[in-house]
């Protein structure tokens, strides 16, 4: 879900006002325990932060199952933009997108199970990529590209080396139950703010 958002190499300034941006790899990726190739933007550094932040959250989910304590958890993305400061005040974070996807751990009592499971997951999770995909296709909210180069950690992620991704954060929660929601809503919710 995050290649549209990545979807700016560097961003080189020659002047204010004036810069170009650089091109962008991209990359087939096979999961491992289930039938599901996925692309991604081939930047190492982004790669790691992400899987960094997803580590986490499952180690956690994992940790709380096995306590007892719950089975449910929630994992967020999403997108903004600082606000420029007006004083006296301080800026304003303003998140302009959020996904979540909420997660539910089971466990497979077989092995015929087990591969039935990954099946559905597998599914499951084609039709969740298909639509965000679709979602995030259609003409909605994009932060501009600031003028002059101060600006630009104010939209831009800066701490990649040869690219610059939206300003985003990864947020999770473990659940004590699961909450009901319509079929769409129960796995992905996609929040749209404007100004």
């Known amino acids: 879900w995050y290649q549209r958002r990545v979807r700016v190499g560097k961003i080189t300034y020659k002047k204010e006002s004036t810069y170009s941006i650089g091109s962008l790899g991209v990359c087939d990726n096979d999961c491992n325990k289930i039938d ?7 930047n190492q550094e982004l790669a790691a932060d992400i899987e960094k932040e997803v580590t986490q959250f499952h180690s956690e989910l ?83 590209t600031p003028d002059i180069p101060n600006d630009i950690g104010n939209v831009y992620h800066t701490k990649y080396s040869d690219i610059h991704p939206f300003l985003f954060r990864m947020r999770y929660s473990l ?16 929040l749209l703010d404007y100004t």
Do not use: H
Request: proline fraction near 5%; charge should be positive.
């Open 36 to 42: 599901f190739t996925y692309c991604s933007v081939n």
């Open 175 to 190: 659940n004590q139950k699961p909450e009901t929601q319509p079929a769409v809503g129960k796995s992905v919710r996609k």
């Open 62 to 144: 994992r940790g709380a199952v096995n306590a007892g304590q719950t089975r449910n958890g929630t994992i967020a993305l999403e997108f903004y933009e600082k606000k420029k400061a007006r004083w006296p005040f301080g800026g304003d974070v303003f998140t302009w997108e959020s996904w979540e996807v909420r997660v539910e751990l089971v466990s497979a009592t077989s092995t015929p199970e087990q591969q039935r499971r990954q099946e559905v997951i597998g599914t499951e999770l084609a039709e969740k990529v298909f639509y965000i995909t679709q979602m995030i296709n259609k003409s909605d909210y994009l932060p501009k």
